[in-house]
């Protein structure tokens, strides 16, 4: 497919999402799989988990590129997938680098506007290993029912958000505890779940099929909801492996932060991320791995919604005006609804991507 005057086709509905992808997918990639979910999406569709491959299926080296790990999150990320294909970038794919996309990980999560799956999980913080002890997080022992109140009200917030100020501004070191993860309150945000989920499972399947032989694997996970409105941030993890960081920072340069540092948007180190979970699994290859985040709106606000949708799942009613409202609000969290917004990130993911193909290219 050549340029287009208008490549740039982002869709906050998850089977128009889908269709755009699939749509300009089709005819481009040498292989193109779907594995459904088995529950239905917001308004009764099927949802799926879409992969697509550019160039050699048997290229030693894959460029993969992630959309919806939390769900809500995938429509930007499906909005840089669809126009990174039909702005033709795919075409650099050869059989020496593959580009692969993977489209709506977590298709529940994306479809219901939730930034996490079917089971209230958090993707990723899922990607543990459950038979050992799960970590503790003694911050939702004290706040998980004053994060999710059992009433959700205008007095209701106003207090519980007091509760949690105060909570905070008496332990600073808990505002890092807050976004970690938790492994005990289902209910609550950040919950990783008791064991692997389906997309957990399917994702497990592709890289034990598809990346397991390759001499190096580039991936940038694309999220939503952290830092300033339209800007980026590349943030990899405080891996174990100096060199493979090294490899990362030589391809992204300053761009690239390690999250929980001084300079990350995230002030936490999660544990069970996808990343993580890669790296360890490919640690005999080169694994070079970032999460992208773009910055929507103001933080405090994004902390907001995302209360209010787990007050919803947990206490609400899903047929009501305000369910509309709490639904609309998520979208606005993990959201650019702007042309300039979208024209924005996709300018910052389009670079990073070039970046980490010449990268993978030089290996
Ligand atoms: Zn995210």
Redesign the pocket.
């Known amino acids: 497919m050549q340029s287009e005057a208008h490549p740039i086709r982002f869709n906050s509905k998850y089977s128009k999402a889908r269709h755009n992808f699939l749509t300009a997918a089709s005819g481009q990639a040498t292989l193109i799989k779907s594995w459904q979910h088995p529950l239905r999406g917001i308004a009764g569709e099927k949802l799926y988990l879409d992969l697509a491959w550019f160039g050699d299926l048997a290229a030693k080296k894959v460029l993969l590129l992630i959309s919806g ?2 769900g809500v ?1 995938g429509y930007c990320g499906s909005g840089i997938q669809v126009g990174s294909i039909r702005t033709g970038w795919h075409l650099q794919a050869d059989s020496n680098v593959a580009i692969v996309m993977i489209h709506g990980l977590n298709p529940y999560g994306m479809s219901h506007l939730r ?1 996490v799956n079917e089971d209230g999980v958090d993707l ?1 913080r899922n990607f543990l290993d459950f038979q050992q002890p799960l970590p503790t997080n003694t911050f939702y022992a004290d706040l998980a029912n004053v994060i999710v109140p059992e009433n959700w009200t205008v007095e209701t917030q106003m207090e519980t958000l007091d509760q949690i100020t105060e909570y905070l501004a008496n332990k600073p070191s808990a505002v890092a505890d807050l976004a970690k993860g938790q492994y005990q309150y289902w209910y609550a945000p950040f919950y990783g779940g008791e064991v692997p989920s389906w997309s957990n499972r399917v994702f497990n399947q592709i890289s034990d099929r598809y990346l397991l032989d390759k001499q190096a694997v580039g991936l940038l996970d694309y ?3 952290l830092g300033q409105h339209a800007t980026g941030q590349l943030m990899s993890l405080p891996v174990n492996s100096e060199a493979k960081y090294n490899l990362a920072s030589e391809i992204w340069g300053d761009k690239l932060v390690v999250t929980g540092s001084a300079e990350s948007v995230a002030v936490y180190s999660p544990q069970g991320t996808l990343i993580a979970a890669l790296q360890a699994k490919l640690a005999t290859s080169n694994c070079i791995a970032a999460a992208y985040e773009f910055g929507t709106i103001y933080e405090t606000e994004v902390f907001h919604a995302l209360r209010a949708d787990h007050w919803l799942h947990t206490h609400g009613d899903l047929d009501t005006r305000q369910a509309v409202e709490i639904k609309q609000n998520m979208l606005d969290a993990f959201y650019g609804v702007l042309p300039q917004w979208q024209q924005s990130v996709c300018n910052l993911a389009f670079t990073a991507q070039e970046e980490l193909l010449s990268g993978l290219r030089s290996l």
């Open positions: 790990t939390h999150e930034r990723n999220h939503t909801g």
